[in-house]
T-cell receptor
Framework: ELKVEQNPLFLSMQEGKNYTIYCNYSTTSDRLYWYRQDPGKSLESLFVLLSNGAVKQEGRLMASLDTKARLSTLHITAAVHDLSATYFCAVLQETSGSRLTFGEGTQLTVNP | EAGVAQSPRYKIIEKRQSVAFWCNPISGHATLYWYQQILGQGPKLLIQFQNNGVVDDSQLPKDRFSAERLKGVDSTLKIQPAKLEDSAVYLC?????????????FGQGTRLTVV
């Protein structure tokens, strides 16, 4: 059974600093996704990573995928308060009928 | 493009009562998911449909939960009878994975409180 683990689960950082969130998964996957969730809201898609070595960037966030290591990272550059949210990675397995399995989430707080 | 629609947004019921949630996916999306998200946790898959057929319901508590997707479009998720531990947000998502690079889109969710 696929396991998706994120770390850290809680992250408090200062504005202007850089940090990385890690997402490890246990078996071969077909796609990896990053979602953002604000308190009381639904999940907003951030990135879709399709292949080994894929890198995508949007603003201060950059996501990458290493399928050999079964690892994805979400790098935050020069954090701002607006990035405070919970970030989830999710792994898709086509062999399981396109099952989408989520990690536990990383609750990010950016302090002024 | 209209998003995934869910209703109701909020529901409060007493334990042992029944409740139903409705989801209308994005037009043309063949895959529909129901997830349960307990406060502070990641979404947990309950059931997945491909058109109107069930692909995965291995984590659905079938003694109390049921779901259907008539005509491969709208879906309903029912809980009967509800327990206190069913208090959670129920998220519906849809996707069209045959298209390159697409992902699952989520509705606003239904927040269920069982008292």
């Amino acid at each position: 059974e696929l396991k998706v683990e994120q770390n850290p689960l809680f992250l408090s950082m200062q504005e202007g600093k850089n940090y990385t969130i890690y997402c490890n998964y246990s078996t071969t996957s077909d796609r990896l996704y990053w979602y953002r969730q604000d308190p009381g809201k639904s999940l907003e898609s951030l990135f879709v990573l399709l292949s080994n070595g894929a890198v995508k960037q949007e603003g201060r966030l950059m996501a990458s995928l290493d399928t050999k290591a079964r690892l994805s990272t979400l790098h935050i550059t020069a954090a701002v308060h607006d990035l405070s949210a919970t970030y989830f990675c999710a792994v898709l397995q086509e062999t399981s009928g396109s099952r989408l399995t989520f990690g536990e989430g990383t609750q990010l707080t950016v302090n002024p | 493009e209209a998003g995934v629609a869910q209703s109701p947004r909020y529901k409060i019921i007493e334990k042992r009562q029944s409740v139903a949630f409705w989801c209308n996916p994005i037009s043309g999306h063949a895959t529909l998911y129901w997830y349960q998200q307990i406060l502070g946790q990641g979404p947990k898959l309950l059931i997945q449909f491909q058109n109107n057929g069930v692909v995965d319901d291995s984590q659905l508590p079938k003694d109390r939960f049921s779901a259907e997707r008539l005509k491969g479009v709208d879906s309903t998720l029912k809980i009967q009878p509800a327990k206190l531990e069913d208090s959670a947000v129920y998220l519906c998502a849809s996707s069209s994975y045959r298209a390159w690079g697409t992902e699952a889109f989520f509705g606003q969710g239904t927040r269920l409180t069982v008292v």
